[in-house]
């Protein structure tokens, strides 16, 4: 443990530092499609994660298309995401991953920080993610001032996407995480500090009924009703949901129809499905597919259904459990309690294990209240999840050379 000390030492003095390149970032308004301040916010990761010395690339990420709430199809732009590469040829290859967007739109009116006390930071983000990726930088600057860094490689990827299930980056994950001994993300932990063990997959869609129009007075019966179609969708959906296998149907949004004098001739939902396997999660969505298809030919109108984002369920397995242990084991090093429990949340971790790779996607900041505007930063546990992550690192390295 000796020989790990001057390189968590370090970390501690690097309280304030952390602090301030949180309420940096913060400040920076970053929703997902708010590609100025995505921008802005770019640029001073470049500038702050250069401290690393590692090769930095910008990758603009593809539009997507998107049904709007009244069904007309409309692009998306995206922002680009940061990669960073260093030392390839190393023994040892991690990935890092984390998001820079956040959840709160231009207009919001939630944009200060503010310390209520000594030790809690409220403000945009704080802890989702912008915490997570102080906490992913100082424990990789520690880990470049120690000897141990020869050992290790690592790909970086930030991204500008994931609040909206990470459409334009998903790719890169799959490709940058390949061959890695391990992906470390940094998500929040919960806030009783324990990490997120299993994840269920996540899946958006929109349906989209296309019927006909009619006077609703002198010709009824001739039009065909997109709500009605859509209505008696909507409960079969909802009969799908399953409390036995934990799959769910959540019908979000609806919105249809116009002037009651006439047929309506359009009508769409919005639905997300979770679930804990692979194999539920397509069964629901092929069981989805066969209904709208049904439902097209029963009420002779035209059904049509759109992936928004999917993440497939993140399962916990062998070599995932060896790598939480592996942490726990570090935590206890540093007098830190790590426990792990299932989740219902998806991320981008999600997407890196379902290619095989070991991943803990909550490695970041501990806090509470994210996505609401009372989000919470425990100021503290940002020295403390670097180190849990810095000392892993050079454990890992250690261990390799004797
Ligand atoms: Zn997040």
Known sequence: M???????????????QMLARVKDWADINSHSLNINGLNVMLASLKREFSSLGAAARTISLDSMEIIDPKGATKTLHLGSALHLSKRQNAPIRFFFGGHFDTVYPVETDFINCMMVDQNTLVGPGVTDMKGGLAVMLTALEALEKSPFAESIGYEILLNPDEEIGSPGSSYLFKELSKNCRAALLFEPAFPDESLAGARKGSSNHTILVKGTSAHAGRDFFSGKSAIAALSELLIRIHELNHPEKDTTLNLGYIYGGGPVNIVPDLA??????????DEEMRLTESRLD???????KKHRVEARLFVESRRPPKPFDKATEKLFMEIKKCGKKLGQKIEWNPTGGACDGNTVAAEGIPAID????????????????LVDSLTKRAKLTALYLMKAAYEKSR
């Open 268 to 277: 769409l939902c919005r639905i997300n499905i979770r679930a804990i396997s």
């Open 2 to 16: 000796d020989q790990f000390c001057p390189y968590l030492d370090w970390i501690d003095s690097q309280q304030e």
């Open 290 to 296: 066969e209904m709208i298809q049904e439902l097209a």
């Open 362 to 377: 909550s490695l970041g900041a501990i806090g509470g209240e994210i996505h609401t505007h009372n989000e919470f930063l």
